[in-house]
């Protein structure tokens, strides 16, 4: 296959896009999933149940 | 802290260690009287001194600590005091040469003194030094405790860190000796290059071993941040790096890439070590230590996702814009530029997600010089965010290219988001490592900031006003169609900026050093605080999840 200049610029404006697309929709999905809203609560609490607190004057 | 090491994992440092000494003397065999003969010393010695330390505590007893209900934190508490002596020698080269700039007497007529060859043990100082160790150091901190799982190794940490070390001792005096490959913060040469590989695909595997091993089922935020910086890292200095050496007894290489490609590889490393060194590892900072200073959750768990696969995936295609105007192609130009826009949307989501997550905690970033250090941070990442999109625009960029306006917009992000962040960060980690209640000093904590926070602002408006001026007099023609002002003239206007921003620098590298005494003292001085019975990781037989 001809492996030009040409070539990557039409592989970069055609399927460049739609993978950006693409990518972008599967992060949301993955974000915003109703079922991952507790797994995050989690994940967001879970840092502070130590006993590292920081000192209060 | 060797001690703590069973006997056969000894035997394997000092195997290591006597490996790399051996590789020292080849080197130093093969190179002679060259730079590379001169590294392989380095090397032999650097290698001696470590098996020397071994050989020490060979035949201490056994550790007897329990290993499954504790953290592995020595090789952290060393990676803190050598990130904090890496500061203040990259900080302190970083004022050498900005007063060599204002007064180039300062350079004394020597070789190894002038500007070209003290600048990059500034940057490598600053960046690789400085914030390598920082980054090492909270993430070997982070992944055990958002883990709730010991390190997967004893010795491996140390050959990350010490051979990370090892990496920067031989950056910063092959720069002093007059070698440089002339790659913008990629100066080392070959032998120094494939030693760093060595060392970093050995941390990407400690870390990714080490989330393998996790109690807590969902990998938090700040680990993908770590591991994005661990693992493009590893991609980008491989790729900019591939070269050829003249010879295997020279120290001399010359890159595999030609012409525009050459300048196109080195500036998708040059933004991407911008983008995964000094931003993504320092997020995975701010998405751990501020939550745990403020005690309040982040603010949106779901926007940190979205922000991280928004700057991982387009911080990659942004470093074109450091080439507007150039022999590249005009769309990868555009593309560059598009993209560099399009990043201050995961960007500002992540600093408003930091300043929103403080909202309801103000009178602690109030009274906590610690917490203030990481809003600053956070303040500033959105602002130089912020003028880096602008500036990535084409006729901005006119304007703003090879000017001092880029030096100033490197600082605002360099001391106000990526120093300020890491000592925020150590402020917080110091006392919980050493065990002490709080900071030696909280006062002297409070002055660290008010000098950094003096030094940045004097540092980045200074070079706002030289850089703006040296852009507008560049472009400034006469009636007749010549420029109006020589370079010298250009240069004379820049004299007072120069040495405002020399006392900027000077008060940030003061504040290192409060901060240094003020980390020394915590580490000798302060009380011990009462046991931290939480502060372990969860025991196997525990059942993991609540």
Known sequence: MDF???????????WGLFYMMAFFLGVCAYAFWPRNRTRFDRAKHSILDRDDTPWQR | MLANLTSSERQNALVLAVAVALAGAVMAIAGRADVLGIHGLIVAL?????????????????????RAASYYDDPIKVGIVLAMAW?????????WVAAQLAWPNLAFDAAWSTFGRLRPTHTTGVIFGFGG??????????????????????????????????????????????????????????YADIWLVIVWVTYFILYVATIAR??????????????????????????NNLALPVSWGLA??????????????????????????????????????????????????????????????????????????????HWVQTLGMTFSVMLLVPSWASAGNALLTLNGAWHRVRDDATLRFMM??????????????????????????????????VHAGALGWVALITFGSLYTLVPSLWKRERMYSA???????????????????????????????????????????SFVDSLVAMYPYYIARAFGGLLFLLGALVGCYNIWMTVRAAPAAATRGADAPVVPAAVPGE
């Open chain 2, 252 to 329: 001399k290489s010359y890159t595999i890439w030609p012409g525009v490609q050459d300048a196109m590889v080195q500036w998708w490393y040059g933004h991407n070590a911008v983008a995964f060194f000094l931003t993504a590892g320092f997020l995975g900072m701010l998405y751990y230590y501020l939550p745990v200073r403020a005690q309040r959750p982040i603010f949106s768990y779901r926007l940190s996702i979205l922000s991280f696969w928004g700057i991982t995936f387009f911080y990659m295609w942004a470093g074109s814009h450091h080439l507007h105007y150039t022999a590249l192609p």
């Open chain 2, 376 to 409: 600053a941070a956070a303040v500033f990442y959105g602002l130089s965010t912020f003028e880096g999109s602008f500036m990535a625009i084409r006729p901005v960029n006119s304007l703003s290219h090879y000017t001092d306006w880029t030096v100033g917009h």
């Open chain 1, 4 to 14: 030009s200049h040409d070539t990557l610029v039409a592989i970069s404006k055609s």
């Open chain 2, 214 to 239: 996790r109690k807590e089922p969902h990998i938090y935020v700040a680990n993908w941040y770590f591991m994005a910086f661990i693992l493009v890292v590893a991609i980008l200095h491989i790729v």
């Open chain 2, 46 to 66: 650097f290698g001696g001194v470590v098996a020397w330390l071994v050989m020490a505590s060979f035949y201490a007893p056994e550790p007897a600590e329990d």
């Open chain 2, 87 to 95: 500061a203040v020698f990259g900080m302190f080269m970083g004022v």
């Open chain 2, 443 to 485: 006062a002297l904590v409070e002055l660290h900031f008010w000098l950094a926070i003096a030094g940045t602002v004097i540092y980045v408006f200074a070079m706002w006003n030289s850089g703006i001026i040296q852009g507008l007099m560049w472009r400034t023609y006469t009636e007749e169609g010549a420029l109006a002002y």
């Open chain 2, 133 to 190: 160790n920082a980054l090492i150091a909270t993430s070997f901190h982070v992944v055990q405790r958002t883990s709730r799982a010991r390190l997967a190794g004893q010795v491996s940490p140390w050959f990350v860190l010490l051979g990370f070390n090892l990496f920067c001792v031989l950056a910063v005096s092959g720069y002093l000796l007059g070698v440089t490959q002339s790659k913008e913060y990629a100066e080392a040469e070959w």
